[in-house]
């Protein structure tokens, strides 16, 4: 049989059994040949009626967490990670309240994926709040530090 009427009638064959709801299809033709099992469909269940309607002033959403008062110039985590105040345990922290910083001093550490990203200081200044502790998770451009 000739490839391009072999790739014809095979094409034909996997539509008809597609559009037939069959869960496999085998197919020879002298040296032409394959297999295919099709994955069963997925039944989109309908979620039942609401008993009764509640009024929009009661479907209020609950409020996010509002963002910490930053006093000052925010430092953001750059990354998703876990946040170390210092080296390594045994070690000073890179910066407490009330320190005094240059533009980039390495101010803590965010680890993410066995990665060490230091966090430099955007400016000059005091170190006027700390938000994390050593070992918290942060998220993308949450707020570590405020430098004032």
């Given at each position: 049989?000739?490839?391009?009427?072999?790739?014809?009638?095979?094409?034909?064959?996997?539509?008809?059994?597609?559009?037939?709801?069959?869960?496999?299809?085998?197919?020879?033709?002298?040296?032409?040949?394959?297999?295919?099992?099709?994955?069963?469909?997925?039944?989109?269940?309908?979620?039942?009626?609401?008993?009764?309607?509640?009024?929009?002033?009661?479907?209020?959403?609950?409020?996010?967490?509002?963002?910490?008062?930053?006093?000052?110039?925010?430092?953001?985590?750059?990354?998703?990670?876990?946040?170390?105040?210092?080296?390594?345990?045994?070690?000073?922290?890179?910066?407490?309240?009330?320190?005094?910083?240059?533009?980039?001093?390495?101010?803590?550490?965010i680890e993410a994926m066995k990665m060490l990203n230091e966090i430099t200081a955007p400016c000059d200044g005091k170190i006027a709040r700390i938000f994390?502790?050593n070992g918290d998770l942060v998220e993308y451009d949450q707020v570590v530090m405020a430098i004032q």
């Open positions: 049989m000739d490839i391009r009427i072999a790739k014809e009638t095979a094409l034909e064959l996997l539509s008809r059994a597609k559009a037939e709801g069959a869960t496999a299809l085998s197919f020879t033709a002298d040296e032409f040949s394959f297999s295919v099992e099709f994955a069963p469909k997925q039944v989109a269940v309908a979620a039942p009626a609401a008993a009764a309607a509640v009024p929009a002033a009661a479907e209020e959403a609950p409020e996010a967490p509002a963002a910490p008062e930053v006093p000052g110039t925010p430092v953001r985590s750059p990354i998703v990670g876990t946040y170390y105040a210092a080296p390594d345990p045994q070690s000073p922290p890179f910066a407490t309240v009330g320190q005094e910083v240059k533009k980039g001093d390495t101010l803590c550490i994390c502790q």
